[in-house]
């Protein structure tokens, strides 16, 4: 069974940090584009950053800069590292391959709240 856990969000205050995890098992992600995904209170979900398999990184706009994507093939995990949080980057937050068409079923996501 191919299964994605989230974890490492939480409550923190405009100006903090965190840094979420995304472990995956049931099958290799290592030669798959990934992604992470946030999902706002009445928003539709949507990609804030990706990293290829060799590496390479894009990002949203709205978190271009704050945002940081990382990789362990080794461990099949996808790791974000978010500082400078703004009270807009609240939502839940997700990691599935970028490609539709190789996409895991979701996972539960984990929370991100950012007060102001």
């Known amino acids: 069974q191919v299964r994605l856990v989230e974890s490492g969000g939480g409550l923190v205050q405009a100006g903090g940090s965190l840094r979420l995890s995304c472990a995956a098992s049931?099958?290799?992600?290592?030669?798959?584009?990934m992604g992470w995904f946030r999902q706002a209170p009445g928003k539709q979900r949507e990609l804030v950053a990706r990293i290829s398999s060799g590496g390479e990184t894009i990002y949203a706009d709205s978190v271009k800069g704050r945002f940081t994507i990382s990789r362990d093939n080794a461990k099949n995990t996808v790791f974000l590292q978010m500082n400078s949080l703004k009270a807009e980057d609240t939502g839940v937050y997700y990691c599935?391959?970028?490609?539709?068409?190789?996409?895991?079923?979701w996972g539960q996501g984990t929370q991100v709240t950012v007060s102001s």
């Open positions: 599935n391959t970028f490609l539709t068409s190789l996409r895991a079923d």
């Open positions: 049931g099958r290799s992600f290592s030669s798959n584009t």
